[in-house]
Nanobody, 119 residues
Framework: QVQLVESGGDLVQAGGSLRLSCVAS????????MGWYRQAPGKQREYVAA???????NYADSVKGRFTISRDNAKNTVYLQMNSLKPEDTAVYYC?????????????WGQGTQVTVSS
């Protein structure tokens, strides 16, 4: 099993910045892709950004140019630097990892961290 723990969510004014972190822990696992999703009240969970172990990154159009994803593979940690935040970025942000434990690969999710952007 892989456990993901997010941190860094907070209340911030529009135009401000936040940095989210997510640490993966467990045993006998290899992480392939780590990323972030978010879910606003009354909406479906949506993709935000992801980075492969090879450092390839991908972003949702809604956050391109404002958010930056990065990883520290040695620490099994992924970060999401969020700049120029907008009220519509308000959501619970979930860390996601695609990982192999022994021979089985699957998706893992964190418990979420709340980001609230006030106008």
């Amino acid at each position: 099993q892989v456990q993901l723990v997010e941190s860094g969510g907070d209340l911030v004014q529009a135009g401000g910045s936040l940095r989210l972190s997510c640490v993966a822990s467990g045993s006998r696992f290899v992480i392939h892709t780590m990323g972030w999703y978010r879910q606003a009240p009354g909406k479906q969970r949506e993709y935000v950004a992801a980075q492969t172990t090879g450092a390839s990154t991908n972003y949702a159009d809604s956050v391109k140019g404002r958010f930056t994803i990065s990883r520290d593979n040695a620490k099994n940690t992924v970060y999401l630097q969020m700049n120029s935040l907008k009220p519509e970025d308000t959501a619970v942000y979930y860390c996601n990892a695609v990982a192999t434990v022994d021979i089985m690969s699957r998706n893992y999710w964190g418990q979420g961290t709340q980001v609230t952007v006030s106008s």
